[in-house]
Each structure stands twice: as structure tokens, then as C-alpha cells.
């Protein structure tokens, strides 16, 4: 597994009345391209039914599934297992063509929740954040760097960013959080 190597560390980055916004511990995370008849062969390898339509997400045995496009999945798994579902896609490779990459070390994921987490969201995000459902996930922009955000519940929202812009996004999250509680309810 690709090693982690954020500034942020796992915990509480700030906590209002209006939003908290954490680090998440990290985990494992995969990129899957793969197309049409392999589906499901890859799906089966993985042990989940892969989502076929952008922004659908999947879970099964410990691992979720993100669509980010026609043939291109984000998977989230627990570290003990990347090394266990690469090798059960190696193992079909020849019949059924694939790529599947270790990028657990790129990404930090955020958590955002609290009664004014999605409005938190457009403060950077281009994105109508009502329209993504509670279930989904979109890949998006958040003061234009590249982030994919994953829509737990109403109120609840991970995005993982590139450790590259974590410091920075973490900082507007920060301050985004602290002006929302500020203001009057």
C-alpha cells in the first residue's frame, strides 16, 4: 500500500454550532478502470456489484464504491484488505482486462456534518450540493482543486482531497466553519 503522507493528522480540525469538520483515519482506496462485459467478472473479484451510472455508490463486506465515470471507479476499503482484492483482480486480469491502482496514500478524506455542512460545502464548491442525493457522490471541484465528495446524509458529507491540497482546503474548511457560526441563526 502507497504510503500516507498528509500534513493533516486524524481528529477534530474544528468544531461550531453550525459544523464539524474532521480527519478521518486513513484507509485504503483504489482506482478501478474497466469496461462493458468485465463488469462483473471485476465486481465479483471485488465482492461488490460494481454502480454503473455516475455518482451511484455500492457497499458490501467492508468496501464501498464510488461511479466516477462511465468506466472509472474510486473503491474504499480497510487497509488489511487492498493487498486481498488486488490480487483477486490479478487473478482474473488475462480474461478480463483491467486496471486497478493502490492510490491510498494520495488522498485524506475529510469529514463535514452538521446542521449547516452542505451550505459549509458551496462555500468552495461550484457544485449544487442539493443535488446530490443522500447515497452518492460526485468527483468535483472545491476552490478548484479536484476533490470527490460523497453525500452520507443530509447533514453528513466526506470529500477526499489530494494530500498536496489538504493544508489548504483544510484551512478554508476551517475558516468557512468558524464565519457560519458567526453569523446570526
Keep these: 500500500m502507497s504510503a500516507r503522507i498528509s500534513s493533516l493528522t ?27 462485459a468485465d463488469l462483473a467478472a471485476v465486481g465479483a ?20 464504491v464510488l461511479a466516477l465515470g462511465p468506466d472509472e471507479w474510486v473503491i474504499l476499503a480497510p487497509a488489511s484488505q487492498v493487498a486481498g482484492l488486488i490480487a483477486a483482480c490479478e487473478g482474473i486480469q488475462a480474461d478480463h482486462p483491467h486496471s486497478l491502482v493502490d492510490i491510498s496514500g494520495r488522498e485524506v478524506t475529510v469529514l463535514i456534518e452538521g446542521p449547516r455542512a452542505a451550505e459549509l460545502l458551496t462555500l468552495g464548491c461550484p457544485r449544487d450540493i442539493d443535488g446530490i442525493g443522500v447515497g452518492e457522490g460526485r468527483r468535483t471541484l472545491f476552490d478548484g482543486a479536484t476533490v470527490v465528495l460523497w453525500r452520507d446524509a443530509d447533514d453528513r458529507f466526506r470529500m477526499d482531497i489530494w494530500n498536496s491540497f489538504a493544508g489548504h482546503l483544510g484551512h478554508l474548511l476551517d475558516t468557512g466553519a468558524r464565519e457560519l457560526a458567526a453569523e446570526p441563526a
Aim: charged fraction near 15%.
Design 10 to 36: 486524524p481528529g477534530i480540525l474544528v468544531r461550531t454550532g453550525a459544523v464539524t469538520v474532521s480527519i478521518e483515519a486513513a484507509q485504503g482506496r483504489l482506482s478501478l478502470r474497466a469496461r462493458g
Design 45 to 64: 473479484a471485488l465482492g461488490v456489484s460494481l454502480p454503473t451510472s455516475i455518482g451511484q455508490r455500492a457497499a458490501a463486506g467492508g468496501i464501498e
